[in-house]
């Protein structure tokens, strides 16, 4: 992971590293065997940066005339490139159905990544499930994935498509790890905005929207980030499109300010690492941070997050004001995922996989 992001993180703001970080960047890079060049292609394909980490580490060997690595990053890039090259049509596809059925739709997270894209293709509709299933069925002849404990609670359906090794992953009306966030499924597709991708037009989360989900997925329901996660929330935040203060009032009626604000603080305390600089918080993010970047750690391919006490401070405090709002079906939701988690804990001991539970 180390030498991915000093690849990465300096070229968010074109920053060139300092001559001696570079030069050991480049010997680190240029001296790899084959198999170590093929766990590094594994690790940026897993955290989603396999196009932009590949780029960086192809200038550096041409720029060291080094022909064998620029060779061995080309066919990697072709290879990938040629995976999203096939996906693409097949996502601008399912939308235009979506759409063409007078059904609300946006891409949700997998075109963060740009031009990386991610491992399945999420769609977020106000479509409802019987109608979902029916037009993916009918229109793309696609076989439904069985579902595990927590899809169910989530409201999400998987579809396998003839042609596309991606699973599309539809969100129906729902949002949050167990369906709990209805505040955010009730005015996202309200606030879209489009992005080019190729040669195709998506519509997809607003800024705001876009780093809740996020938030969502990392802090209260994986509990680490990918590389892509502070590439593209560094990037984001650096490009002025966040507005913070709307930011902290579509959090703040989810109940995950706090969960929001320590995200940007580990992502900025990520960056500095690498780059000498974070990026700007403003006072209201700053204030708000529960903790920060020196608490993750690197195992099993990601950056992780303790559970204990970090992570689960953040869902105390986040339960805590779904209750105090009287939203009681939907803290009721909330409350069933240390038991989901627990569930797929001990599954993945047992069985080495979570698969039907998580």
């Given at each position: 992971?180390?030498?991915?992001?000093?690849?990465?993180?300096?070229?968010?703001?074109?920053?060139?590293?300092?001559?001696?970080?570079?030069?050991?960047?480049?010997?680190?890079?240029?001296?790899?065997?084959?198999?170590?060049?093929?766990?590094?292609?594994?690790?940026?394909?897993?955290?989603?940066?396999?196009?932009?980490?590949?780029?960086?580490?192809?200038?550096?060997?041409?720029?060291?005339?080094?022909?064998?690595?620029?060779?061995?990053?080309?066919?990697?890039?072709?290879?990938?490139?040629?995976?999203?090259?096939?996906?693409?049509?097949?996502?601008?596809?399912?939308?235009?159905?979506?759409?063409?059925?007078?059904?609300?739709?946006?891409?949700?997270?997998?075109?963060?990544?740009?031009?990386?894209?991610?491992?399945?293709?999420?769609?977020?509709?106000?479509?409802?499930?019987?109608?979902?299933?029916?037009?993916?069925?009918?229109?793309?002849?696609?076989?439904?994935?069985?579902?595990?404990?927590?899809?169910?609670?989530?409201?999400?359906?998987?579809?396998?498509?003839?042609?596309?090794?991606?699973?599309?992953?539809?969100?129906?009306?729902?949002?949050?790890?167990?369906?709990?966030?209805?505040?955010?499924?009730?005015?996202?597709?309200g606030r879209t905005r489009v992005v080019t991708a190729g040669v195709f037009e998506f519509?997809?989360?607003?800024?705001?929207?876009?780093?809740?989900?996020?938030?969502?997925?990392?802090?209260?329901?994986?509990?680490?980030?990918?590389?892509?996660?502070?590439?593209?929330?560094?990037?984001?935040?650096?490009?002025?499109?966040?507005?913070?203060?709307?930011?902290?009032?579509?959090?703040?009626?989810?109940?995950?300010?706090?969960?929001?604000?320590?995200?940007?603080?580990?992502?900025?305390?990520?960056?500095?690492?690498?780059?000498?600089?974070?990026?700007?918080?403003?006072?209201?993010?700053?204030?708000?941070?529960?903790?920060?970047?020196?608490?993750?750690?690197?195992?099993?391919?990601?950056?992780?997050?303790?559970?204990?006490?970090?992570?689960?401070?953040?869902?105390?405090?986040?339960?805590?004001?779904?209750?105090?709002?009287?939203?009681?079906?939907?803290?009721?939701?909330?409350?069933?995922?240390?038991?989901?988690?627990?569930?797929?804990?001990?599954?993945?001991?047992?069985?080495?996989?979570?698969?039907?539970?998580?």
């Amino acid at each position: 992971m180390d030498l991915l992001s000093r690849l990465l993180l300096p070229a968010i703001r074109d920053n060139e590293p300092p001559r001696e970080s570079r030069e050991r960047m480049r010997r680190d890079a240029l001296s790899l065997s084959r198999e170590g060049f093929e766990d590094l292609v594994a690790l940026a394909n897993t955290n989603h940066v396999i196009v932009r980490g590949l780029e960086e580490f192809q200038r550096l060997a041409v720029d060291a005339k080094d022909d064998m690595h620029a060779d061995w990053a080309a066919t990697a890039l072709a290879r990938e490139r040629a995976r999203i090259a096939n996906a693409l049509p097949y996502l601008a596809s399912v939308c235009n159905a979506f759409e063409e059925a007078r059904y609300k739709v946006s891409v949700i997270k997998s075109l963060d990544h740009l031009p990386d894209l991610g491992s399945d293709l999420d769609l977020f509709t106000d479509a409802g499930a019987d109608d979902v299933i029916m037009l993916m069925k009918t229109r793309f002849g696609a076989q439904i994935a069985p579902r595990s404990w927590g899809d169910r609670l989530a409201g999400k359906w998987n579809f396998l498509l003839p042609g596309l090794p991606e699973a599309v992953e539809v969100h129906v009306g729902m949002l949050g790890q167990t369906g709990e966030q209805a505040s955010i499924a009730a005015s996202l597709l309200g606030r879209t905005r489009v992005v080019t991708a190729g040669v195709f037009e998506f519509r997809v989360p607003s800024a705001s929207d876009r780093l809740i989900l996020s938030v969502l997925q990392r802090m209260y329901r994986h509990f680490y980030f990918r590389l892509c996660d502070v590439v593209d929330s560094a990037e984001l935040a650096d490009s002025g499109a966040i507005n913070y203060a709307e930011l902290r009032s579509e959090a703040e009626t989810a109940n995950i300010w706090e969960g929001v604000a320590t995200y940007l603080a580990i992502i900025s305390d990520y960056v500095r690492r690498y780059r000498g600089s974070g990026i700007d918080l403003p006072r209201m993010v700053l204030t708000a941070v529960r903790f920060g970047g020196d608490a993750i750690y690197f195992a099993r391919g990601f950056l992780r997050i303790p559970i204990l006490p970090q992570s689960a401070s953040l869902y105390g405090s986040q339960l805590a004001g779904i209750l105090r709002r009287r939203e009681l079906m939907n803290g009721a939701r909330l409350f069933l995922l240390p038991c989901l988690a627990t569930a797929a804990l001990i599954g993945e001991k047992i069985t080495g996989s979570d698969k039907g539970i998580w």
